[in-house]
C-alpha cells in the first residue's frame, strides 16, 4: 500500500467514518492524543475464543505528537514489524518503522528514516528476510534536488540499526514513489515496485537489488494499453524464486482504470505474461496487494473495484501463477453499500485461506476466503479504524491487521486476531 492510499484513507476519516472515532473515543475514559487506550470496544461480531477475536492492539504516537499513519504490517518468527509515515520533531513526515514482540504486542524497538531533502518522506511497505534478521522498507522520500525518490532501507530485525539505504531517481526526474517490496525465498534479492515518471507518462517501475548490499541488479518499466498513468502498488515472489509478480491500476483503451498484474522472471526481469480486470461498473478500479500461495501455484490481487450499483467494492481475484488465467472473482460491499477498497491481502501458511483488509464505510473490515474457490469463511468490522495491511503469523495461527486510529491527530494501530 502506497503513500497515496494512506492518504485516502485520511481523507475517508474526516468524512463519514470520523464520526465513528469520535463517538468510540468518547466513549473511552481519557482517551487523548498520544496516549494508548483499548480498540477492544470498536470490534464487532466476534466472541472471544472465536475466529477473527482479538489478542492484542497497540498504538504508536511519532516525536511530532502530530499525524501517525501506518502503511504496512510483516511478520517473523516472534516479531511484528509496522511501518509508514509519521511526523518528526522537526524534519516533517519520516518513515517510522516499529517492531513489536509477535505474542504480547510489547514494542521492542522503533527506527526512523528523514531523505536528504528534509522533506515528506513516507513509508509505504514492510518485508522480512526468510531467516528472520533483516527488514526491509521501502516508500516516497524527498531528495536534494531530484523531488520524490524510491527509497528502500534495510534494518537489523533484532536491533533496529539501519544497514543500508538505496535511492532511485527515474529517468523524469519527476515523482517516483515505491509502493511495495518483497524478499526473494532465499533472502538474497530485494524487490521494489511503484510508480515512476518516464520520458512522457508515469508507470509501473520494478527494481531488484541485493539484500545484502542494496546494489541495483535490474529495472523494468510497464505501461498500459491506455498509454495513461499507471500505477504499481504490490509486489510479491514466488515461492520458488524464480518468479516475481506486480499490481497495480493502468488505463486501458476504453475501461478507465483497470486491476493490471504483470509477472517478471526475478533473474532477468523478463516479462511473462499480464492479466487485466475490469470490474462490472466499467470504471474506475484500482489493485493494491498482490500475494501468492505457499504452493506458487496461485496468484491473489486485491483492491477497489466500481460495481454495477454498489459504488466502490472490494474485489479480490485469483490467477494461475503460470499463466495468469482467472480462477475465480469475489466482491464484497459494506454495509453503507460504498467506498469500499481492499487494501491488502495475505495468504495462509496452509495455502487454505486468503485474508483481505481494508476500508469499508463506516471503518474497516477484514475477510477471510476459501483459496480454493473464494467463499467467505468469517468477517470482522472495526468502527473506529482504516485498517491498510494485514500478515499472517508463520504458525497460521493469528492474523494482524494494521492502519490508523483517531481521534486526529492520529495514530498507528496493530491488533492481532485469532485465525481460525
Not at 97 to 116: D, E, I
Not at 120 to 141: I, K
Not at 268 to 292: I, K
Request: hydrophobic share 35%.
Amino acid at each position: 500500500m502506497n503513500g497515496k492510499v494512506t492518504r485516502g484513507l485520511c481523507a475517508l476519516a474526516a468524512g463519514t467514518a470520523l464520526a465513528a472515532f469520535t463517538s468510540v473515543a468518547a466513549g473511552a475514559a481519557g482517551a487523548t492524543p498520544g496516549v494508548a487506550r483499548s480498540l477492544a470496544a470498536a470490534e464487532t461480531g466476534r466472541p472471544a475464543g472465536a475466529p477473527g477475536s482479538q489478542l492484542w492492539a497497540q498504538r504508536y504516537n511519532g516525536p511530532g505528537n502530530s499525524f501517525d499513519a501506518a502503511s504496512s504490517v510483516a511478520v517473523s518468527p516472534g516479531r511484528v514489524f509496522v511501518t509508514g509515515e509519521s511526523q518528526g520533531a522537526r524534519s516533517g513526515l519520516d518513515y517510522a518503522t516499529v517492531a513489536y514482540r509477535a505474542v504480547s504486542g510489547a514494542r521492542l524497538w522503533a527506527a526512523r528514516y528523514n531523505g536528504p531533502g528534509n522533506g515528506s518522506d513516507a513509508a509505504n511497505s514492510v518485508a522480512v528476510s526468510p531467516g528472520g534478521s533483516r527488514v526491509f522498507v521501502t516508500g516516497e522520500s524527498r531528495g536534494t534536488r531530484s523531488g520524490q525518490d524510491y527509497a528502500t532501507v534495510a534494518y537489523s530485525a533484532v536491533t533496529g540499526a539501519r544497514l543500508w539505504a538505496a535511492r532511485y531517481n527515474g529517468p523524469g526526474n519527476g515523482s517516483d514513489a515505491a509502493n511495495s517490496v518483497a524478499v526473494s525465498p532465499g533472502g538474497s534479492r530485494v524487490f521494489v515496485t511503484g510508480e515512476s515518471r518516464g520520458a512522457t507518462t508515469t508507470g509501473y517501475l520494478t527494481v531488484a537489488y541485493s539484500a545484502a548490499t542494496g546494489a541495483r541488479l535490474w529495472v523494468q518499466r510497464y505501461n498500459g494499453p491506455g498509454n495513461g498513468s499507471d500505477e504499481a502498488y504490490s509486489v510479491a515472489v514466488s515461492p520458488g524464486g524464480s518468479r516475481v509478480f506486480v499490481t497495480g491500476a493502468s488505463r486501458g483503451t476504453r475501461s478507465g482504470l483497470d486491476y493490471a498484474t504483470v509477472a517478471y522472471s526475478a533473474v532477468t526481469g523478463a516479462r511473462l505474461w499480464v492479466a487485466r480486470y475490469n470490474g462490472p461498473g466499467n470504471g474506475s478500479d484500482a489493485a493494491y496487494s498482490v500475494a501468492v500461495s505457499p504452493g506458487g501455484s496461485r496468484v491473489f490481487v486485491t483492491g477497489g473495484s466500481r460495481g454495477a450499483r454498489s459504488g466502490q467494492d472490494y474485489a479480490t481475484v485469483a490467477y494461475s501463477a503460470a499463466t495468469g488465467d482467472r480462477l475465480w472473482v469475489t466482491r464484497y460491499n459494506g454495509p453503507a453499500t460504498y467506498d469500499d477498497a481492499a487494501r491488502s491481502v495475505a495468504v495462509s501458511p496452509s495455502g487454505s485461506t486468503v485474508y483481505v483488509t481494508g476500508g469499508s464505510n463506516p471503518g474497516s473490515a477484514t475477510l477471510a476466503y476459501s483459496a480454493a474457490t473464494g467463499a467467505r469463511l468469517w468477517l470482522v468490522r472495526h468502527s473506529d479504524m482504516l485498517l491498510a495491511a494485514v500478515a499472517v503469523s508463520p504458525s497460521g495461527s493469528r492474523v494482524y491487521v494494521t492502519g490508523l486510529t483517531g481521534p486526529f491527530p492520529n495514530d498507528y494501530a496493530t491488533v492481532a486476531h485469532r485465525a481460525g
